[in-house]
């Protein structure tokens, strides 16, 4: 069974414009003009309970409204949606206890003068928490986080890094059986993001819990999602498994070859991207890369050679780019 499914959903705002001017400006106060402006346009998906899944686009593709949708946040133009068997923006108690987003550009609650600790008593009496499970839950929640040295301070007074470690604590106290993650390691540093990343795969694998996380780190999307949503101006581009995206957008492979031959020339065997020495890094077509690899160790004295998919993060610069010429043709 799906814990989310959604089917044809849809999300159109009016925006209000007008003309640059004194005189726009006040015919706009007797009739203001609108257009409309579709985030979302017939989405359809379904996450299977305990998947993690990368829900990745530009900026503006309809990520972050539909992660509202889902949330209860916002309520769709039009389209059927059910997380975890509930309409979302029903917002029925029941739902709300079992759901978290949580986003990186606002971690933590609107109360920064409270402490962490207190902040966590409140989602107690805000999720009716019995004592037991609360003890327990912030026990292993502040192992797991690095919270203990925390607690006792006020909201105000965390760093970005610390303060996204308590709100995503915050978010998971009362135990929810799926997370929008929006951004969840945005402006954190290596060291903070691995943290996060790692929790949120231990939670997942430990919980069972189901994960849609919308992130423009790759490392991210790397370490944590064997699936992938890619969204464009609203609409899906691709679903399906990492290696499948780089197949369908980057139809090339890295050759990485180390050769003992004096002054050798690989260049025809490839697009060399960079050499050191007699080390040298080829872009090949996929379908010739088992041709190209024989060549190489026919013509060669190869001390390593290894064949490698390319990096998340330049499939989706690929990926980007082929969507952008396909509109552009269509236009």
């Avoid at 309409?87 to 108690?93: A, D, E, F, L």
């Avoid at 026990?139 to 006792?152: G, K, P, R, T, V």
């Avoid at 604590?169 to 929006?182: E, G, I, N, T």
Wanted: glycine share 6%.
């Amino acid at each position: 069974m799906n814990a989310v499914e959604v089917e044809e959903l849809s999300m159109t705002y009016r925006v209000p414009v007008r003309d640059g001017g004194l005189v726009a400006a006040a015919r706009a106060l007797v009739r203001r003009q609108y257009r409309a402006v579709e985030a979302v346009r017939a989405l359809s998906f379904g996450i299977p309970a305990g998947q993690v899944v990368g829900f990745l686009g530009r900026n503006g593709a309809g990520k972050t409204t539909t992660l509202k949708i889902l949330a209860g946040i916002l309520h769709p133009t039009s389209g059927r949606v059910r997380v975890l068997d509930q309409v979302p923006w029903r917002r029925h108690n029941q739902y709300l206890r079992e759901i978290a987003l949580i986003r990186g550009s606002q971690p933590i609650g609107d109360a920064p003068e409270l402490t962490v600790l207190d902040s966590f008593h409140y989602q107690q009496v805000l999720y009716d928490i019995s004592d037991g499970e609360f003890r327990r839950n912030l026990a292993e929640l502040s192992e797991l986080l690095d919270l203990d040295s925390i607690l006792q301070r006020q909201v105000r007074a965390l760093s970005l890094g610390e303060r996204m470690r308590a709100g995503l604590a915050l978010a998971l106290v009362y135990r929810p059986k799926v997370l929008f993650l929006d951004e969840p390691t945005i402006g954190l540093d290596v060291s903070a993001a691995k943290t996060i990343r790692t929790f949120v795969a231990e939670y997942s694998a430990r919980t069972g819990a189901t994960v849609l996380l919308t992130s423009h780190t790759m490392a991210d999307v790397e370490s944590l999602c064997p699936r992938l949503i890619l969204v464009d101006d609203g609409a899906i581009a691709f679903d399906g498994r990492r290696d499948e995206l780089g197949a369908l957008f980057a139809p090339t492979k890295l050759i990485r070859v180390t050769v003992i031959d004096d002054d050798p020339d690989l260049s025809p065997y490839g697009e060399v991207l960079q050499r050191d020495g007699n080390q040298w890094l080829l872009r090949v077509a996929r379908d010739v890369v088992p041709a190209t690899t024989a060549r190489l160790l026919d013509r060669f004295a190869v001390a390593d050679l290894s064949v490698e998919e390319p990096s998340l993060e330049n499939v989706m610069d690929q990926a980007y780019r082929s969507l952008r010429q396909t509109k552009d043709l269509a236009s």
